[in-house]
Nanobody, 122 residues
Framework: QVQLVESGGGLVQFGGSLRLSCAASGSIFSIYDMGWYRQAPGKQRELVARITRSGNTNYADSVKGRFTVSRDNAKNTVYLQMNSLKPEDTAVYYC????????????????WGQGTQVTVSS
């Protein structure tokens, strides 16, 4: 079984910073793309940032220049450094990973974390 466990959310003031972490664990054969999505109340879940195994990244326009996604392949962990936070960044942030589990090493599946709340006060 594969799990993604997030940490690092919380309440921060406008202009502040937070760092989210997401660790994948369990019976993993290989991890491919990892990333972060967010969902604000009444809105659809949207991509925030993604990173490939080799380190190529892409970001939502709304976070470019403020957020940085990174990963540690040895620790099966992805990070999201969020700077210059704005109230509109308030949302539940979800970690996502494309993983090939040991029980099905030839296939890949999308896995999601449980979500972590980020609240930015004005």
């Amino acid at each position: 079984q594969v799990q993604l466990v997030e940490s690092g959310g919380g309440l921060v003031q406008f202009g502040g910073s937070l760092r989210l972490s997401c660790a994948a664990s369990g019976s993993i054969f290989s991890i491919y793309d990892m990333g972060w999505y967010r969902q604000a109340p009444g809105k659809q879940r949207e991509l925030v940032a993604r990173i490939t195994r080799s380190g190529n990244t892409n970001y939502a326009d709304s976070v470019k220049g403020r957020f940085t996604v990174s990963r540690d392949n040895a620790k099966n962990t992805v990070y999201l450094q969020m700077n210059s936070l704005k109230p509109e960044d308030t949302a539940v942030y979800y970690c996502n990973a494309v993983i090939s589990p040991l029980v099905a090493a030839g296939r890949t599946y999308d896995y999601w974390g449980q979500g972590t709340q980020v609240t930015v006060s004005s």
